[in-house]
């Protein structure tokens, strides 16, 4: 049997093409605790969310307010970090409370304003009521906006990922 060679850039472009970007709503003070953490919990906790994401996927929190229930409005983008593995699993908070979570490598950056962004974003340009596109806690955004997103956070860093998966 013939050995197929395989182009190393060819196997490059097709992981890119699979590479999933996300934004997950979370207050301020969960996505610090995430960050701290090293993981992921969206939705209250429920699983379905983090099951739609893959190993290699990217994540940007936004934050619309600085505590879930009392805290003042935010409406910034405040952590950005790529999915470890495609485990999924069971926390336990509190005995009554056992959320999902997923581990995520996040990269040192900056909070940064949505308000910057709104005339740049695809799923905020022209939009009046804007805010309307996070309603659901986790949405599927175009690899353009993630880039546009990563680029005021991370500024010129070499942590953004340009052509691999798996930058880092």
């Known amino acids: 049997m013939e050995r197929q060679v395989v182009d190393y850039q060819d196997v490059l472009e097709q992981l890119e093409e699979r590479t999933r970007y996300w934004i997950g709503v979370v207050s301020e003070s969960h996505v610090k605790l995430g960050v701290e953490g090293g993981f992921a919990q969206l939705c209250h906790g429920k699983s379905a969310s983090l099951r739609r994401m893959r190993e290699g996927d990217w994540l940007v929190y936004y934050s619309p307010r600085t505590d879930l229930k009392s805290g003042e409005a935010l409406q910034a983008f405040t952590a950005i970090g790529q999915v470890v593995n495609d485990r999924v699993y069971e926390y336990q908070m509190t005995a009554s409370f056992v959320p999902y979570r997923r581990d995520i490598r996040y990269v040192p950056g900056q909070e940064v304003k949505i308000a910057s962004l709104l005339d740049q974003l695809s799923f905020t340009r022209g939009k009046r009521n804007w805010g ?37």
Do not use: C
Request: no cysteine.
């Open 132 to 168: 309307y596109a996070f309603r659901y806690g986790h949405l599927e955004i175009k690899r353009e906006d993630f880039l546009m997103i990563a680029e005021a956070m991370l500024g010129g860093s070499d942590m953004i990922p340009q052509r691999t998966v798996n930058s880092l």
